[in-house]
């Protein structure tokens, strides 16, 4: 947002004197949008169940600057997101970003396991959403920014209890656009591509499979966090005030290729002769949303 002045261009920042909080901030994804929005003049709040990584990014932000403090938080905990949010003097932004997940076949996952990975994507949505809605009712420009993935649409073998998650944040979220348009909350969300950050991809780089990757995406290129966070400013900001109940994909144009069985045929294969459920069942590992 700029305006000309004698030949001087003046720069209005996005969302100065905003504040904004985002789940999942200790990560590489909800750190490239807490400084992506603190550069934009908001102050920011980092909750993540991680409470030393929280703090410990909140104060790189500050080092810079910032106004940024670290909110610890799980973020399926009721009681815990209820004291966050009923702590906090103000808010103006939402970005519900917290996620996980584990590789499991639907054969081999728990019902222990499915209910852990919904309740860390989807229930804490719900979650934060209800509880910081009194908050955004007194905002002047409230705006709920939720994290999906390109899971939600091109399926992997795997992800049944991710996909099925990331599924319904797209539908919570216009749920949420809809109940929220009479009090002017917006909601949106993005689903992301694969989105490393530049070390992850130096190491990816070394793996036989990466080509295989990169080839996926007509961009020629992994995503990166900036691209995500540049996303949510936008969906955040007054540069979408007319934008509500969208799904923003930022996948570099990969999911307008066929389906990801035909795009991958080395996967298609390997997940026929067993060789793919069991690298996702020895590489599990839980992750905060930066890699979809």
């Known amino acids: ?70 909110y610890p938080m799980d973020v399926t905990d009721e009681a815990a997101v209820r004291r966050v949010f009923d702590g906090m003097d103000g808010l103006d932004i939402l970005v519900n970003n917290a996620g996980m997940t584990r590789g499991r076949s639907i054969e081999a996952s728990t019902l222990e396991q499915w209910n852990e990975i919904v309740n860390v994507n989807l229930t804490s949505v719900f979650l934060c959403t209800k ?30 209890a991710y996909s099925a998650a990331k599924s319904g944040i797209i539908a919570f979220t216009q749920q949420t656009a809809l109940e929220g348009a009479a ?28 080509d295989i990757d990169v080839d996926c995406y007509p961009l020629g290129r992994l995503g990166n966090p900036e691209d995500v966070a540049n996303a949510a400013l936008f969906l955040a900001s007054d540069m ?32 026929k002769t067993g060789v793919y459920k069991l690298e996702l069942e020895e590489e599990s590992r839980p992750h905060d949303n930066n890699e979809h």
């Open 1 to 70: 947002m700029s305006t000309d002045f004698d030949g001087w261009e003046l720069r209005t920042l996005l969302l100065t004197g905003r504040k904004a909080l985002i789940t999942g901030g200790a990560g590489k994804l909800g750190g490239a949008i807490a400084e992506r929005f603190a550069a934009e003049g908001c102050s920011v709040r980092l909750a993540d169940v991680h409470a030393a990584n929280a703090e410990a990014a909140a104060a790189k932000l500050r080092r810079n600057g910032a106004d940024a403090e670290a």
């Open 240 to 271: 979408s005030s007319f934008v509500n109940g969208i799904d923003l994909i930022v996948d570099g144009g990969m999911s307008l290729q066929a389906v990801s069985g035909l795009v991958r045929p080395d996967l298609r294969r390997r997940w």
């Open 131 to 160: 509880y910081a809605w009194p908050l955004l009712r007194q905002s002047k420009a409230p705006a709920i920014v939720n994290m999906s993935s390109i899971n939600a649409h091109r399926m992997n073998p795997g992800l049944p």
């Open 183 to 210: 009090h002017r909350i917006r909601a949106n969300c993005i689903s992301p591509g694969l989105t490393v950050s530049e070390e992850r991809q130096k190491e990816l780089a070394t793996h036989p499979r990466y």
